[in-house]
């Protein structure tokens, strides 16, 4: 899993202000998978994209949360007016798309909010 | 997904093999079975995964009943690196997977 890489490892924000995260996935693979994983807690599936296109986003909470794979550059998972409650580990995962392949986590970054 | 079921924890003497089972008693004929694992608060880590016949490779095997309701994660001779959470998901592919809480290994000295 060392071919997927977050940045960055940690972020430090101040309630109201806006993360961004990013995730590139390994070489070849077009679908990108971000979780949430609270503190304690068990991963939370959040959003499932390919590029360009998001595929399923019914782990998304309804507002401040978006995410985008662009055609260029990396996926990024970007939170606005950030609250203490979104403190947490996010994990980005990537996978080829194809029927049956397991997909490779990153490290994830993990987000305090002070 | 079919829904899997696993213990909540489990030990094991280092050095010893660990066997981590898992119930997906609803498990349809197109869904394979996955193992991650996630060691404190690392990335999860892919293990292995499979369809009907058993599966080996450098880190596990991994043992499909017959009937595919249950499977078995074995490492064969675990060391306290091993100690971590084991997630079991059975799945046609991996789009949108949903962890359970998994099983927590404890590899005792």
């Known amino acids: 899993n060392a071919g997927v890489m977050q940045n960055p490892r940690h972020l430090v924000r101040r309630r109201g202000q806006e993360a961004r995260l990013r995730c590139s996935p390994m070489k070849g693979h077009s679908h990108v998978y971000w979780y949430r994983q609270l503190p304690e807690e068990g991963l939370k599936f959040m959003v499932y994209l390919q590029k360009e296109n998001i595929i399923d986003e019914s782990g998304m909470p309804k507002e401040r949360f978006s995410a985008e794979f662009p055609k260029e550059g990396p996926s990024i998972l970007r939170i606005q007016q950030v609250v203490r409650g979104d403190s947490a580990a996010y994990f980005c995962?990537?996978?080829?798309?194809?029927?049956?392949?397991?997909?490779?986590f990153g490290q994830g970054t993990r987000l305090t909010v002070v | 997904d079919a829904k899997t079921t696993q213990p909540t924890s489990m030990d094991c003497a280092e050095g010893r093999a660990a066997n981590l089972p898992c119930n997906h008693s609803?498990?349809?004929?197109?869904?394979?079975v996955y193992w991650y694992r996630q060691i404190h608060s690392q990335g999860p880590q892919y293990i292995i995964h499979?369809?009907?016949n058993n599966e080996t490779n450098e880190m596990a095997s991994l043992i499909i009943t017959e009937d595919r309701k249950s499977s078995t994660l074995i490492l064969p001779h675990a060391t306290l690196r091993d100690t971590a959470v084991y997630y079991c998901i059975a799945s046609p592919s991996y789009d949108k997977v949903i962890f359970g809480p998994g099983t927590s290994l404890s590899v005792i000295p």
């Open positions: 499979g369809l009907k």
């Open positions: 609803t498990i349809s004929g197109n869904e394979y």
């Open positions: 995962a990537s996978s080829a798309g194809v029927e049956h392949t397991e997909a490779f």
